[in-house]
Every structure is written in C-alpha cells, then in structure tokens.
C-alpha cells in the first residue's frame, strides 16, 4: 500500500493497494513465505529491509535482511540479488570536463 505524502494516511480514502506483493516465497532463492518486515536505515543512508523467512519449505522462521532499492517511480524494489545489483565494473565512472579557454565560445 502506498499513499502520497500530503495525504492524511488516518483517512482510508488516501491509501491506494497494489495487486501485488512486494516481497514473496518468489523472491529470494530458498526463502520461503517471507513477512513482518521493516525499514531501516544505516548511517551512510542506505534503506534496508528486515523480515523473516523460511530458509526451506520446512525450515524454521530465520531473520533477514536486504538492501532496499528504489524503481524510477519512487516505489522500493525488494527482491533485488546481490547478481542483478550494480555490476562492479560500472560501480565507478569517469567524466571529462572541458573548460573554454580565452576567446572561445560556449555552445
């Protein structure tokens, strides 16, 4: 569920209910039926989520922990893998900046 952050969220009307999960069994590889979950954030202002899962259909409830990221809309993505998140390769960039020199032109 999300509302917008004008929104009176004591007024039910404000709410809208998506048809979807964010979070299911589909989610993470061998964690089953995930719930209860919250956000936090660390110090470096990363938004992680907790929850608990089964580790196996049959397995205990366990804790666990995911970093959270966030769709071009806003709305936060939590079934990324440490495989689908940011390639090393592109984790630093390189820029040139040109300054014009006397008597030239910008565009």
Known sequence: MWADAEADLLDP???????????????????????HNAYVTDEDGLVWNTYHARPGIDGPRSTGIRRVHFNAEGFPVLDMTEELDLDPALAAVRTEVVVPGKGEVEA
């Open 13 to 35: 009307a404000s709410w809208v209910k998506e048809n979807y999960p964010l979070l299911t069994s589909r989610s993470a590889e061998g964690e089953f039926g995930p719930g």
